[in-house]
């Protein structure tokens, strides 16, 4: 299937597939939607879902008739994620988006020698912002 959505074409075809997830009893059954993400050559998410006429992939076709659809909808990197995170197994989320590093509720000590330009810098911009310098470092990671 082929969309353009913004200017940007979508095609299932082209595209590299990730993963897809299944939903409901089978093709037979009214609700039964099936999902796939996949991701352009130029690194965009999209997922392609198609499913039966009471999925949320259904069409109207005329007052209170409905048929089965398909569908493109283009993703930002992060509902991308989330998409993973709910429909994908552990290994394939993390072969796509990376492993996972938990965050450590450790605190260390580190010193370190900058400019005093960029020092400077790093001192404005946490006061800017109102952070600690280390927030700040912190956010930036």
Avoid: C
Avoid at 102 to 110: F, L
């Amino acid at each position: 299937m082929k969309r353009i959505s913004n200017g940007k074409l979508y095609d299932t075809e082209t595209a590299t597939r990730i993963a897809s997830k299944s939903h409901g009893q089978g093709r037979r059954d009214f609700s039964y939607y099936e999902e796939t993400l996949y991701r352009k050559r130029t690194g965009e998410y999209f997922l392609y879902g198609e499913g039966g006429p009471m999925s949320r992939y259904s069409v109207s076709r005329g007052l209170n008739e409905w048929s089965g659809g398909e569908k493109i909808i283009p993703l930002t990197y992060e509902k991308a994620r989330e998409w993973g995170e709910a429909s994908m197994d552990a290994d394939d989320y993390q072969a796509e988006f990376g492993e996972i590093v938990e965050e450590s509720s450790e605190r260390v000590t580190m010193s370190i020698s900058l400019d005093g330009t960029v020092a400077d810098r790093i001192r404005r911009e946490a006061k800017e912002k109102g952070l600690s310098v280390s927030a700040l470092i912190a956010s930036k990671f």
